[in-house]
């Protein structure tokens, strides 16, 4: 029954791919839209193969407890229907009478204390939703999830191809294929809802800030910065200092942009600062190190086979500053091949040293023009922010190469950015499909 029902779903998936205009766009053709999210369905199950088969304790698989949760929570239904709801929509879920229910939940609480939105509850919470049309069969969730993935990707792509009409399939291969973004972003994880939330931010955001405005598009920027916030809050944290700065140079000129963009970091950096010596408990340098604090601990309870040693954070910017370097290259460089324990972390080292060489490539052909530097600015503070958050706090090598895969497409914009392609076309030839 579960193979005739997620053949229905993705029957239907596929028939909407077709049909909608959502989908028609300049570069890849509806086949190849179609075969990406059939590419991604079968990313999402080679996932599903591996935490069956290989990493095989199921309340340590996240693509497993979350779901398995979700489905205690779905069950709630069935005894209170109200009750249901305010589990699903947050309403005073802390509430004794909801407790009972939450009992036969393993990950609703962390298991260390956080002042934090618990983002564990967002991913529960879909699959509690995702069980009202899939029998409780896991591989329709995988389904649901790839479809609104691959849709943030999509939106991601039309948000940049203004800028690369010159360079649209190069820019489809490093929106949809890059491999840490097939495998993290099509598992029934956080990653495809967050994929979903950047891909409605940046889109609907750069409408915005051009001339062609709709109320539309402000509803859906909301929804994608609470999409965003529910999965993954320390994303946001990246994303809003860059559309800030963006915004700024889109309103005025780009003259003066990398003043601009510095100007304006500095004042967030003050500004957080401040906030957080009227008001300790909302220090970002205290939320960071204590967010590094509890993975250490759970890489340690867990006995993580790909745990790295990190340098233990001081709530002093001296710390944060000496360790920058080391969190930056935690994130950009590793895991490289000497370091390759297990499949998963052989082919990230592999995707690390493919990204180098792409990178000494592109800058061997390279070519800027002033007409980018506000995007160029734009992508280079979001992912520096982002991996300047993931070095810090993640311990476990596995971790970071999942955590920063939603980053790799703003990654191979900036180098796109300055791809002089006519130059490597000259020199070296250039695939037909690539023309």
């Known amino acids: 029954m ?7 779903y993705i029957a239907f998936f596929l028939f909407l791919i077709r049909k909608l205009t959502f989908f028609k766009v300049d570069g890849p053709s509806r086949n190849m839209i179609s075969a990406l999210f059939l590419l991604k369905i079968c990313a999402g199950f080679v996932m599903f193969l591996l935490y069956t088969y290989h990493y095989t304790d199921r309340n ?13 929570i779905l069950a709630v239904l069935f005894d209170n229907p109200i009750h249901y709801l305010q589990l699903i929509l947050g309403i005073n879920t802390d509430a004794s009478y909801l407790q009972g229910y939450l009992e036969n939940t393993n990950h609703w609480f962390k298991p260390y ?15 509690a939703i995702v069980g009202l049309f899939s029998m409780g069969y896991y591989q329709v969730h995988n389904v649901v999830i790839n479809f609104l993935s691959l849709a943030g990707l999509l939106l991601v792509y039309k948000a940049f191809l203004p800028f690369l009409k ?20 099509s598992g029934v994880l956080k990653e495809g809802i967050l994929l979903m939330g950047i891909g409605l931010t940046l889109y609907h955001g750069f ?20 999409l965003i916030a529910l999965s993954k809050f320390y994303v946001l944290l990246a994303l809003a200092p860059a559309f800030i700065c963006y915004i700024l140079v889109a309103k005025t000129s780009i003259k003066y942009t990398s003043i601009k963009y510095a100007v304006v970091l500095t004042l967030l ?39 790295i040693e990190v ?25 490289h091949i000497l370091e390759a324990q297990s499949p998963v972390i052989l082919l990230a080292a592999i995707e ?8 000494a490539l592109f800058l061997f052909f390279f070519k800027f023009e002033s007409t980018h530097i506000n995007l160029l600015l734009f992508c280079l503070t979001f992912v520096l922010i982002l991996y300047l958050l993931i070095g810090y706090t993640t311990p476990v090598m596995g971790a970071i190469v999942r955590y920063k895969a939603p980053a790799l497409p703003f990654l191979y914009v900036m180098l796109l950015l300055i791809f002089d392609k006519d130059k490597f076309a000259s020199k070296i030839g250039y695939p037909k499909i690539l023309n």
């Open 2 to 8: 579960e193979i005739v029902l997620t053949t229905a």
């Open 60 to 72: 340590t698989a996240d693509i497993f407890k979350y779901f398995d949760d979700g489905r205690a």
């Open 113 to 127: 204390d956080s002042r934090a939105y618990n983002d564990t509850r967002t991913i529960i919470r879909f699959n």
């Open 166 to 185: 010159n360079k649209s399939m190069e820019l489809a291969i490093g929106v949809f294929l890059i491999p840490s973004v097939i495998f993290w972003g």
């Open 207 to 226: 409408i915005l800030i051009t001339d062609d405005k709709k109320w539309i598009n402000l509803v859906w920027l909301i929804a994608g910065v609470a």
């Open 269 to 307: 950096l003050a500004l957080g600062t401040l906030i957080g010596k009227l008001n300790p408990e909302t220090s970002a340098l205290q939320a960071i190190a204590q967010k590094q604090h509890n993975f250490i601990r759970l890489a340690d309870s867990l006995q993580s086979g790909s745990k």
């Open 311 to 335: 340098s233990t954070l001081e709530l002093t910017f001296t710390s944060f500053a000496l360790n920058s370097p080391a969190a930056l290259g935690n994130v950009l460089f590793r895991p």
């Open 352 to 359: 690390n040293a493919m990204l180098l060489l792409l990178l």
